[in-house]
């Protein structure tokens, strides 16, 4: 069951108790201004459930912005995961040209260089393969 935390014109944002989930979808191209208000909400919303696996669909983002990918993974979601003081993993859904573009740019990995670090992250263009990554990180015991 699914409980919708918050909704804008750009991103939807609902919670799974039953798994700790912490879904965001975006639900169309956004500028850069949007991009950092719809992450603020999320990290609200992980700090407020204590939930650190998140499934990030990016999928009906078409316009794409490079700097995005880069601020997210270097600069957000460490300090996420310095405030939860948990491992925080996070699935991206991206469409396949997408996971294509970013397979060519060496800067951002698909996937957490380090197995070991306490942020982990892979990108998907599977909802199911994305849901079993963080099945997986789930049942990993919390600190």
């Given at each position: 069951?699914?409980?919708?935390?918050?909704s804008?014109?750009?991103l939807?944002?609902a919670?799974?108790?039953?798994?700790?989930?912490?879904i965001?979808?975006?639900?169309c191209?956004?500028?850069?201004?949007?991009?950092?208000?719809?992450?603020?909400?999320?990290?609200?919303?992980?700090?407020?459930?204590?939930?650190?696996?998140?499934l990030?669909d990016?999928?009906?983002?078409?316009d794409?912005?490079?700097?995005?990918?880069?601020?997210?993974?270097t600069?957000?979601?460490p300090?996420?995961?310095?405030?939860?003081?948990?491992?925080l993993?996070?699935?991206?859904?991206?469409?396949?040209?997408?996971?294509?573009?970013?397979?060519?740019d060496?800067?951002?990995p698909?996937?957490?260089?380090?197995?070991t670090?306490?942020?982990?992250?892979a990108?998907?263009?599977?909802?199911?393969?994305?849901n079993?990554?963080?099945?997986?990180?789930?049942?990993?015991?919390?600190?």
């Amino acid at each position: 069951m699914y409980q919708e935390l918050a909704s804008t014109a750009f991103l939807q944002v609902a919670y799974r108790p039953d798994s700790c989930l912490l879904i965001g979808r975006w639900l169309c191209s956004i500028t850069d201004e949007q991009l950092r208000e719809g992450y603020e909400t999320m990290r609200l919303a992980a700090l407020e459930h204590n939930c650190p696996h998140w499934l990030m669909d990016a999928r009906r983002r078409v316009d794409r912005r490079r700097n995005g990918p880069e601020w997210v993974v270097t600069s957000f979601l460490p300090q996420v995961q310095r405030e939860l003081g948990d491992r925080l993993c996070v699935a991206f859904l991206v469409l396949p040209n997408h996971l294509r573009e970013l397979e060519e740019d060496a800067s951002l990995p698909l996937r957490s260089p380090n197995a070991t670090d306490p942020f982990q992250y892979a990108r998907f263009i599977d909802e199911g393969e994305a849901n079993a990554w963080l099945d997986e990180h789930r049942r990993r015991p919390r600190k």
